[in-house]
């Protein structure tokens, strides 16, 4: 069977040859795949049944460091381009993030939520399919 037809044979409940998968990998994990292997990408290596469409990152990054303006932070941070919400490393050496709005600590008006830069979804570039197009 080819991956479609055993995806969508288990979706309508039949018995396809076999369980259609995917999995996920956190980054250290990854990594530790990529040494083994020597492969780049667990999708091919493993020949993945479904695969993601996703976000490509904004093409025009708004600046949302102004809602940051002296904020303090648990450890380091990365604002997310797309969002604006900031991700706060919450150990060192592991993937786990800790997100805070934009908003915490202050009152949130019509006004911010007006003005607020929101991400562009009819923009075909905002979009990537793993299967056709590298991550940007």
Do not use: C
């Amino acid at each position: 069977m080819t991956h479609r037809e055993r995806l969508l044979t288990a979706v309508r409940r039949g018995q396809p040859d076999r369980l259609p998968f995917s999995l996920g990998m956190t980054p250290p994990i990854l990594a530790e795949f990529r040494r083994q292997t020597g492969a780049s990408d667990p999708t091919t290596y493993y020949d993945f049944d479904v695969r993601g469409v996703g976000h490509a990152a904004p093409a025009k990054r708004a600046d949302f460091s102004r809602y940051y303006e002296g904020r303090q932070f648990g450890g380091p941070v990365s604002l997310d381009p797309e969002w604006g919400y900031a991700a706060v490393a919450t150990a060192a050496g592991t993937h786990f993030r800790h997100h805070e709005s934009p908003f915490d600590g202050r009152e949130f008006t019509v006004d911010d939520a007006a003005s607020y830069p929101l991400p562009d979804y009819h923009d075909p570039g905002a979009w990537y399919n793993s299967a056709s197009q590298p991550r940007r």
